[in-house]
């Protein structure tokens, strides 16, 4: 079963910036799709970001475009979300979460894995 420790929330000005970390241990990193979710209170969990199992490419929801970078360090079993320009309607609670697949036997087994969470408060 795969683990995800997630580090490094807090509480933080508009306009500050936080680094995020999500230590994986229990799967092959490497072969999984990485990404941060968020849950602001009252609201689902949207998706925030994410990273090819090779970090070769990204993905970004509209609202963090040109603020939040992620990025992936395989021979570390690690990913951060570096948040830049921090807003207070990002004010939530951020996941890491790993997607990925193994097949066995021809059949292809999704599994999905993901951390504690991690509150991020941007206020004034």
């Known amino acids: 079963q795969g683990q995800l420790v997630e580090s490094g929330g807090g509480l933080v000005q508009p306009g500050g910036s936080l680094r995020l970390s999500c230590a994986a241990s229990?799967?092959?990193?490497?072969?999984?799709?990485m990404s941060w979710y968020r849950q602001a209170p009252g609201k689902g969990r949207e998706l925030v970001a994410s990273i090819t199992s090779a970090g070769d490419s990204t993905n970004y929801a509209d609202f963090v475009k040109g603020r939040f970078t992620i990025s992936r360090d395989n021979a570390k079993n690690t990913v951060l979300l570096q948040m830049n320009g921090l807003k207070p309607e990002d004010t939530a609670v951020y996941y890491c979460?790993?997607?990925?697949?193994?097949?066995?036997?021809?059949?292809?087994?999704?599994?999905?894995?993901w951390g504690q969470g991690t509150q991020v408060t941007v206020s004034s």
């Open positions: 979460n790993a997607a990925g697949s193994v097949t066995r036997w021809a059949i292809a087994r999704q599994y999905v894995y």
């Open positions: 229990g799967f092959t990193f490497s072969s999984a799709t």
